[in-house]
């Protein structure tokens, strides 16, 4: 089983059966949908799965899943467990209700009987359940736990200021642990994800922003990577290669604004800013190059001359350590330089990518991507994909 | 209490309406949107990057004139005007009105909304 998010899905692998994953989430982002997400990437495999309800109805979160584009109804393999109905007094038809969600040991039943029925467990929200039934809940949880071998628990903890022991003890009882929360401190009010433990697997992750799209669910986000070099090396070409959408201010057939592309690849949702390349323009660069997270160099494989330019861009744009990738462009034509004498005549560190390409055909495009998504995330992330 | 971008947000909608303003947003000086009040169909982020180098480049030339950084830039089409000045060190606030928008009752209330923002983004 996998948990159908970004980057989690390469770093984590595939869950094996027995195991509990909380995301562990901060009160101020709306992180439900991560548990809805695995939820429903698991159906469409075929797996049996069960949500556990006890903030909204059943019909609130049926609609709460169809605003992210996923019918759950059309699948035979989903079933809720209802806490909240009966809580509420009203009438429920799912397949697993609790007639008094207050009540531990009734809830104990249904789950027990849920558990052993299905290959995945939902809870929409175990942190309510506590609110609801108290720190008892937990030692129940912990007996669902060692119930499910042949079931996985995934779970959204919503993380109020709860006494320490309480949030100690989530903690100890899953094998992962995946922190959501939002920042603050940048100018980009964005929203994160990282790993904080898995027992299952060995890996350092790093966050990740991400975007809830709707309809689309959890797409990682990396908000500015800058595509420069210089003048008519094929950096609005690239840009356009690479992009969904894309928008150029151009006049004459050469940038003098910027490049504006949104890539959707391997779950990532990604802005580039693509700059003009002539000196008089500069101050715009400096303008945008702000907050960028990588820089994609361009370069015309044909045109030794123009490195100097190029390494100087490089600087320009790169000053804070960003991560950069090389795209040695035009390789298309007779007279192009191959990888490493492009290497050799910039002087560059042996572990920077230089990927060949040719922009107008789009190859080679998305390997500069890979390599950059790569190096920006870590654990060597594009050579686990290429594995799978 | 709500969130910053929330507050950013509560402060967009301010502004809705004001003397035919249609739609509005925050924008970091380097093109990145902070918050935005503008119709699902328009690519919002791809609007953010090219006002701020609006401003950018507008300042670029004011200043290589020795005229010092303008207060804003104004676009006026057939269809609508926009609208973008500074809100603080960090950002940007830009508003899109419909063509016949009265120009004085924008600047004022715009005024009054880019000093929130300076407040709120510190």
Partial sequence: ?388 | MASLRERLEGVLKELKGVGDIEASAIVSRDGLLIAADISQSVNAEAFAAMTATMLGAAETATSELGKGIPDRVIVEGKEGKIIATGAGPKALLVVMTAPKANLGLVLLEMSKVSEKIRELLG
């Fill in chain 1, 1 to 388: 089983m996998r948990l159908g998010i970004p980057v989690l899905d390469e770093l984590l692998g595939r869950v094996p059966r027995g195991k509990t994953v909380t995301y562990s989430i901060d009160p101020e982002v709306e992180g439900d949908v991560f548990g809805m997400q695995t939820l429903y990437m698991n159906l469409e495999e075929g797996y049996e799965c069960a949500y556990v309800t006890s903030t909204m109805s059943p019909e609130s979160i049926r609609n709460r899943f169809k605003e992210f584009g996923w019918s759950v109804d059309d699948f035979k393999n989903f079933s809720i467990v209802d806490l909240y109905s009966r809580y509420v007094g009203a009438i429920s038809k799912e397949r697993y209700v609790v007639e008094d969600p207050t009540n531990l040991k009734e809830i104990d039943r249904i789950m027990s009987r849920a558990i052993e029925e299905n290959d995945l467990i939902v809870f929409g929200s175990l942190s309510t359940i506590l609110d609801v039934c108290g720190n008892e809940t937990l030692d129940y949880f912990e007996e669902w736990k060692d119930l499910s071998k042949k079931c996985v628990i995934v779970s959204n903890f919503t993380v109020w200021p709860y006494p320490n022991e309480v949030l100690g003890r989530v903690m100890d009882l899953s094998n992962a642990v995946i922190n959501i929360g939002g920042i603050h401190h940048r100018v980009v009010l964005g929203h994160y994800y990282g790993i904080l433990k898995v027992d299952w697997t060995d890996v350092r992750g790093r966050a990740v922003l991400f975007k809830v799209i709707k309809p689309g669910g959890v797409r990682a986000y990396i908000p500015k990577i800058l595509v420069t070099g210089p003048f008519n090396a094929g950096k609005t070409t690239f840009v356009h290669a690479i992009s969904k959408e894309a928008i150029s201010v151009d006049r004459l057939g050469t940038t003098v604004a910027l490049d504006h592309g949104k890539v959707e690849y391997k779950g990532f949702t990604i802005d580039i800013f693509g700059t003009p390349g002539q000196e008089r323009f500069d101050p715009i660069l400096r303008v945008l190059g702000g907050e960028a997270l990588g820089v994609i160099l361009v370069v015309d494989s044909t045109k030794p001359e123009t490195f100097p330019r190029a390494k100087q861009m490089l600087e320009k744009t790169t000053k804070f350590g960003l991560p950069y990738v090389i795209a040695a462009n035009k390789q298309d034509q007779p007279k192009a330089l191959k990888p490493d004498e492009i290497r050799r005549l910039m002087c560059l560190p042996d572990d920077v990518p230089i990927i060949p390409t040719v922009a107008t055909e789009g190859k080679g495009v998305y390997e500069v991507l890979d390599a950059l998504i790569s190096l920006l995330i870590g654990g060597g992330y594009g050579k686990l994909e290429g594995k799978a």
